[in-house]
């Protein structure tokens, strides 16, 4: 049960926002529990070389662990009526790490931002908001998934594991972008049914040094930028027991400056929100090392830069009242701003079921498969397939435990005349989740 509080109670550091505002909400939810499972992976030149027999590892994980089948997080959200039909709203989420010793990870540094925004809304318009959001694609998703995208193997549209060191088809937000920082975010009310959204990204940081009186060439004016934008928009239809959604969205992250263009492409993934909104690489080249002829940070490092990140999502759903069936799909293509024929591309389809078989049991199972090409047309493909089964028992509305069962297998695959590559993912669960 959320728990609605006057300014007044508002806690510690939100204490004096809150006090601007109608009502302000405290929520959030802990997911605890024992996870397992088993990840091979084979590669027949490098593994090999290494020592381990036949050219494979396999690892396995049994631990008590934490938000198999969702993120545990703490979030406040206020309201504050303006009048004439027009409020205020905003929303604070955070991540928690039940299991570790500090609450928002060991490794996180501090509090893990999930989403952190400002808005207004108008009544029978829509609403606008900006901040760290989710982008239309995942909330397609979220609205579509048979597993309610938990974090466990098996699900080949919001492709995950918990617990299990995973590659290829299994490496948690491989399918598409969860969340931009930076971002301005438009929704519309619903319109006989319909209902549409937009977003747009933007960080862009441009840096420029003019030596005067300089004698090494190219030293005169020296800089560059990092540069990440991007834009999407959704639309779902709803009629009756039938329900529809696509979702669109195309970020591009943009790297130059004095002898920092690398030479070949870079396809990395925006796979979040980004560190600094996908501006992690630096402006190389200000000053010239002492006896030399080049700059120092030429070199072009961070994640998602100089590419093109496209991604697509399409679902629908129907309810027959004894069940609630599934159908998914998504495709993302990220190619080099510097080189198209540099690039790789994801797709993947799934269908799936979800039921109440009690009032107090609920199960759900999917199945799907994909494949994956990547850097040019002439190099390897991998196909995977996935399948998850799961089921709640509710104690009561806020309270329930779960068991979760997924796995995931990717073909094996000619990276090389001499190497070759395959997986096999495995990954279960048992825990309790209770939500506040």
Known sequence: MKKSLLAVAAMGAFASAAQAQSSVTVYGLLDVGYVGGSTRYSDTANVASKGYQNGSIKQTVNQFGQSAEQTSRLGF??????????????????????????SSGNTAGGLNNRQ??????????????????????????????PGQLNNMAGNVIYASSTAVTSGSAASNNTAFTNRTANTLSFK????????????????????????????????????????ASGWGLGADYTLNKFYVTAAYQALKQLTSGDGTT????????????????????????????????????EAVTGTGQNVQDNQFYAATTYD??????????????????MNSNYYIKRSAEQIGVRSYITPTIEAWASGGLGRYTAFGANSPTANFNGWQLGSNYWLSKRTNLYAIYGQTMVSTVALTTTSTTSAAIANYAIGVRHTF
Not at 320 to 337: C, E, M, P, W
């Open 77 to 102: 959200k206020g309201v504050e009526d303006l009048g004439g039909g027009m409020s205020a709203f905003f929303t604070a989420e955070f991540a928690l790490t039940p299991q570790d010793q500090i």
């Open 116 to 145: 952190t925004f400002v808005g207004l809304k108008k009544n029978g318009l829509g609403q606008a908001a900006i901040g760290l959001q989710y982008t239309p694609v995942f909330n397609a998703a979220a609205a579509t998934d």
């Open 188 to 227: 519309t009310d619903n319109f006989a049914g319909f209902t549409a959204s937009a977003i747009y990204t933007l960080n862009n940081k441009n840096a420029t040094q003019t030596n005067t009186g300089s004698t090494v060439a190219g030293q005169a004016t020296l800089g560059g930028n990092t540069n």
């Open 262 to 297: 690398p030479t070949t492409g870079n396809t990395t993934l925006w796979t979040n929100q980004q560190a600094n909104g996908a501006t992690a690489a630096p402006i190389g080249g200000l000053v010239k090392a002492a006896g030399t002829t080049t700059y120092p940070n």
């Open 320 to 337: 027959f009242g004894i069940l609630k069936a599934y159908g998914q799909y998504v495709n993302r293509n990220a190619t080099s701003t």
